[in-house]
């Protein structure tokens, strides 16, 4: 038997049709389980962050934003939408440091990728291992910031391997794009240095994925643009951290 908050949402679903009127988060509200719904935000000041990006030259208003404490939160919400009979368009946003709209979703959902971890320190989602066959790596929360990510290596004397110029931007991020530096041309890309990930299917499939396993989903979601998969987790290669650098230039 349909719930009765499906059936609901139905209705709602297609009075807004006939109306020619956008879906929007009431009609959501409707049937989103108390679990979800209670991280979901619609109010004018969070719609309004949520429309523009670094770029500003795309502006897009979503329905609400998503804002997940784990990766099990953003599962819940990609079923639910899945198997809904509303199709909702969900975009997951990190830093917005986008330029052209990626990261913006007209009457859909962002999925704010910034608020996983919740209340937990700020950098518990940074891992160093250093007794790996690969070699040392930090397995990193796609939320964490480059910045923080470096400083929780270079205290056991490793940095990655490639990172951007600008480091206050989220891993997920630079990971769903490139991520090219000026060490690009040493050390390649930034995805071009990742070991594996955990992903979040359009289904709603938590999935582990890395060269040897399932290698079609990790490379098309590295440098994909969120259009495969939502990236919760990267084990990122490490390297000693050098003891000095030098700098010159010429006028």
């Given at each position: 038997?349909?719930?009765p908050?499906?059936?609901?949402?139905?209705?709602?679903t297609c009075?807004?049709?006939?109306?020619?009127?956008?879906?929007?988060?009431?009609?959501?509200?409707?049937a989103?389980?108390k679990?979800l719904?209670?991280k979901?935000?619609?109010d004018?000041?969070?719609?309004?962050?949520?429309s523009k990006d670094?770029?500003?030259?795309?502006?897009?208003n979503?329905?609400?934003?998503f804002?997940?404490?784990?990766?099990h939160?953003?599962?819940?919400?990609?079923?639910?939408?899945?198997?809904?009979?509303?199709?909702?368009?969900i975009?997951?946003r990190?830093?917005?440091?986008?330029?052209?709209?990626q990261a913006?979703?007209?009457n859909?959902?962002?999925?704010?990728?910034?608020?996983?971890?919740g209340?937990r320190?700020?950098t518990?989602?940074?891992?160093?291992s250093t007794?790996s066959?690969l070699?040392?790596?930090?397995d990193v929360g796609?939320?964490?910031l480059?910045i923080?990510?470096?400083?929780a290596?270079?205290?056991?004397?490793?940095?990655?391997?490639?990172w951007?110029?600008?480091?206050?931007?989220?891993?997920?991020?630079?990971l769903?794009?490139a991520?090219?530096?000026?060490?690009?041309?040493?050390f390649?890309?930034q995805?071009?240095?990742?070991h594996?990930l955990?992903?979040?299917?359009?289904r709603?499939?938590?999935?582990?994925?890395?060269?040897t396993?399932?290698?079609?989903l990790?490379?098309s979601v590295?440098g994909?643009?969120g259009?495969?998969?939502?990236?919760?987790r990267?084990?990122?290669?490490?390297?000693?951290?050098p003891?000095r650098v030098s700098l010159?230039?010429?006028l």
């Amino acid at each position: 038997m349909e719930s009765p908050n499906l059936f609901l949402l139905i209705i709602f679903t297609c009075f807004l049709f006939l109306q020619n009127a956008p879906f929007s988060a009431v009609a959501l509200s409707l049937a989103l389980p108390k679990t979800l719904l209670d991280k979901l935000k619609n109010d004018p000041l969070t719609i309004s962050l949520a429309s523009k990006d670094y770029g500003l030259m795309v502006q897009e208003n979503p329905s609400g934003v998503f804002f997940p404490l784990t990766g099990h939160d953003v599962v819940g919400l990609i079923r639910f939408m899945y198997t809904s009979p509303v199709p909702l368009h969900i975009a997951a946003r990190g830093q917005g440091h986008c330029v052209r709209g990626q990261a913006l979703v007209e009457n859909g959902l962002v999925v704010n990728m910034t608020s996983l971890g919740g209340f937990r320190q700020k950098t518990s989602r940074i891992v160093v291992s250093t007794t790996s066959p690969l070699g040392p790596y930090a397995d990193v929360g796609a939320e964490q910031l480059w910045i923080d990510v470096l400083h929780a290596t270079t205290q056991k004397g490793l940095s990655p391997v490639s990172w951007t110029d600008y480091l206050h931007i989220t891993v997920g991020g630079t990971l769903s794009n490139a991520g090219i530096s000026g060490q690009t041309f040493r050390f390649g890309p930034q995805i071009n240095n990742v070991h594996e990930l955990d992903v979040i299917t359009g289904r709603g499939e938590l999935l582990t994925c890395s060269p040897t396993n399932n290698p079609e989903l990790f490379y098309s979601v590295l440098g994909g643009l969120g259009q495969f998969g939502i990236i919760t987790r990267a084990r990122i290669a490490l390297a000693p951290t050098p003891t000095r650098v030098s700098l010159s230039f010429s006028l």
